[in-house]
């Protein structure tokens, strides 16, 4: 089965200040990987996703993230953090199984990141 | 606003009791997806319907139940509730089953008492 670790609980960086998430991964072929970010009292909003190709990809907010197969981690960065990224971030990995497309996302833990002026 | 859209926001009942969470997808797609996030046990899959039929199934308690009707919105049943099911209920939709990408609604906050 597959499984998502996002080791760091919680993450303080300062107002412009480079920011990387940490995301590890664990599935037996090619996952698609997304990143979530959840704001207080709100859902979840994709940042970016992975489904093949590039192994670097761009995201909304300015975000992008890493597929490094070798590690299996797809890390998310930002070069310089904005007080309005304070939030919960969430990494997710999807399958494919038996040649049918099988929707369920398996969810990290996610990384709440602070964010000081 | 990602265009599903869940109804109520939120819930306040009893032990006991059962509760129907509602939930639209965005316009054209034929997949949804239900999650549970609480704070012991994270963001769960519960179940997916896709145009109608359930395609897979997680981590959801014979006390629960869905369905996705014709005109493409779910409910989520949840009986005999109990003071774990306390949790945000999260709905998602894509386009097609599986590498369609999932879009989240806001969620409903249930509370048993």
């Known amino acids: 089965a597959q499984s998502v670790t996002q080791p760091d609980i919680h993450i303080t960086v300062s107002e412009g200040a480079s920011l990387e998430l940490r995301c590890n991964y664990s599935y037996g072929a090619t996952p698609y990987l997304f990143w979530y970010v959840q704001s207080p009292g709100q859902g979840l909003q994709l940042l970016l996703k992975?489904?093949?190709?590039?192994?670097l990809v761009q995201g909304i907010k300015g975000f992008e993230a890493e597929f490094k197969r070798s590690q299996s981690s797809f890390n998310l960065r930002k070069p310089s953090v904005h007080w309005s990224d304070a939030a919960e971030y969430f990494c997710a990995v999807g399958v494919i199984a038996g040649g049918t497309s099988y929707g369920k996302l398996t969810f990290g833990q996610g990384t709440i990141l602070t964010v000081h002026p | 606003d990602s265009g599903v859209t869940q109804t109520p926001k939120h819930l306040i009942t009893a032990t006991g009791q059962r509760v129907t969470l509602r939930c639209s997808p965005r316009s054209g797609d034929l997949s949804v997806y239900w999650y549970q996030q609480s704070l012991d046990q994270g963001l769960q899959f519960l179940i997916q319907?896709?145009?109608?039929?359930?395609?897979a199934k997680g981590n959801i308690l014979e006390r629960f139940s869905a369905q996705q009707f014709p005109d493409l919105h779910s409910e989520l049943n949840l009986s005999s509730l109990e003071l774990g099911d306390s949790a945000l209920y999260f709905c998602?939709?894509?386009?097609?089953?599986?590498?369609?990408?999932?879009?989240f609604g806001p969620g409903t906050r249930l509370l048993v008492l």
């Open positions: 998602a939709s894509s386009a097609r089953q599986g590498e369609g990408t999932q879009y």
């Open positions: 319907y896709y145009n109608g039929e359930e395609r």
């Open positions: 992975y489904f093949s190709g590039d192994t």
